[in-house]
């Protein structure tokens, strides 16, 4: 009884260990466009969405960083795309309803910039 009691919390402190961020979706409602963040660089920094689909940034790199619309620092291309800083394994999802080909950035880093290419659904 002991033993599973110490399995139960150990699992339950592990799920709790995860998080992400942003304005992210319910479950079910991602459709797989993901965006790497890693040595400084988006991978792949060029990516090809549908309008109302949403794309997702996971930072994998050490340091924190800030995806934002272009142009640095004013954020006003496509208004509502900035992130929080968002640490190593945190995540943050935009779903676009704007057609169009937007430049996006770190705020934190702003030479890292990479293109949201948004199509007719």
């Not at 079910?28 to 940034?57: C, L, Y």
């Not at 900035?82 to 394994?89: T, V």
């Not at 995540?91 to 309803?97: E, I, K, R, V």
Request: hydrophobic share 35%.
């Amino acid at each position: 009884m002991k033993f599973l009691f110490v399995l139960l919390i150990g699992v339950l402190l592990v799920a709790g260990c995860t998080q992400s961020g942003g304005n992210n979706p319910p479950p079910g409602n991602q459709t797989g466009n993901v965006v790497r963040i890693s040595g400084f660089a988006f991978i792949p920094q060029t990516i090809t969405i549908k309008k109302g689909e949403t794309v997702t940034w996971t930072n994998e790199d050490s340091v924190p960083h800030q995806i934002a619309s272009d142009p640095h620092p004013t954020h006003t291309d496509l208004p509502g795309l900035l992130s929080p800083a968002l640490q190593n394994g945190q995540s943050y999802t935009f779903t676009s309803d704007k057609v169009g080909t937007w430049g996006y950035h770190c705020h934190l880093h702003p030479t890292m910039k990479g293109t949201a290419i948004v199509t007719e659904g």
